[in-house]
């Protein structure tokens, strides 16, 4: 089994409505990362997580320690949304050069 | 935006030829970090670096080398290339390798082998 599950692989929304990614774990983490990942671009961090919620205009992330799971919502979707998103964990008292990503989720926000 | 520039960004190659992929940054990081990224797969570790000229393997190291004689530069060597090594290849910078550091990526350079 994984280390880092991410659900679903696949998305596809109408632009406006409210979304969720999962990222289910298997290990202690000292923190999750969310990434965002444009179609032919770079990798940019969202957010890093150890406990709780954060906020970032309309993305949302929240992690539970105790289930061993995270959630990034987006609400009032837009097409520019679109992207692949990679929840990555930092496993405790590891450094970053052993940081475990998932496979993505890819979202397509249609007009 | 973290200052991290890959080049080249696109490569087609042929099998066996020797293909260098660099990493440049001005953020003065001095952890540096070379992964390639296939479908169904995550992030994958090749090599490291913890300073000038000090690097280490990473999780898929085997048929790649890596140099760094520079702060701000991290170089990927494939010997000689295979079509397995076909990929999207991603550079990262980090401030710290602990438990509370964070990653800062590059743009990807993508390397079709034939």
């Known amino acids: 089994k994984n280390e880092v599950e991410q659900s679903p692989q696949n998305l596809t929304a109408q632009e406006g409505e409210f979304i969720t990614i999962n990222c289910s774990y298997s290990?202690?983490?000292?923190?999750l990362h969310w990434l965002q990942q444009h179609p032919g671009g770079g990798i940019v961090s969202l957010f890093m997580?150890?406990?709780g919620k954060k906020k970032h205009g309309r993305l949302i992330a929240t992690i539970n320690i105790q289930e061993k799971h995270s959630s990034l919502h987006i609400t009032a979707s837009h097409p520019r949304d679109s992207a692949v998103y990679i929840c990555?964990?930092?496993?405790?008292?590891?450094?970053?050069?052993?940081?475990?990503f998932g496979a993505g989720t890819r979202l397509t926000v249609k007009p | 935006d973290a200052g991290i520039t890959q080049s080249p960004r696109h490569k087609v190659t042929e099998t066996g030829t020797p293909v260098t992929l660099r990493c440049h940054q001005t953020?003065?990081?001095?952890?540096m970090y070379w992964y390639r990224q296939d479908p169904g797969h995550g992030l994958r570790l090749i090599h490291y670096s913890y300073g000038v000229k000090d690097t280490d393997k990473g999780e898929v190291s085997d048929g790649y080398s890596v140099s760094r004689s520079k702060t701000e530069d991290f170089l990927l060597t494939l010997e000689s290339a295979t079509s397995s090594q076909t990929s999207v290849y991603f550079c990262a910078i980090s401030e710290r390798d602990s438990d509370s550091g964070e990653l800062f990526f590059g743009e990807g350079s993508r390397l079709t082998v034939l």
């Open positions: 953020e003065n990081h001095r952890y």
């Open positions: 290990v202690g983490i000292s923190a």
């Open positions: 997580l150890s406990s």
């Open positions: 990555a964990l930092q496993r405790q008292w590891e450094g970053v050069r052993d940081m475990r």
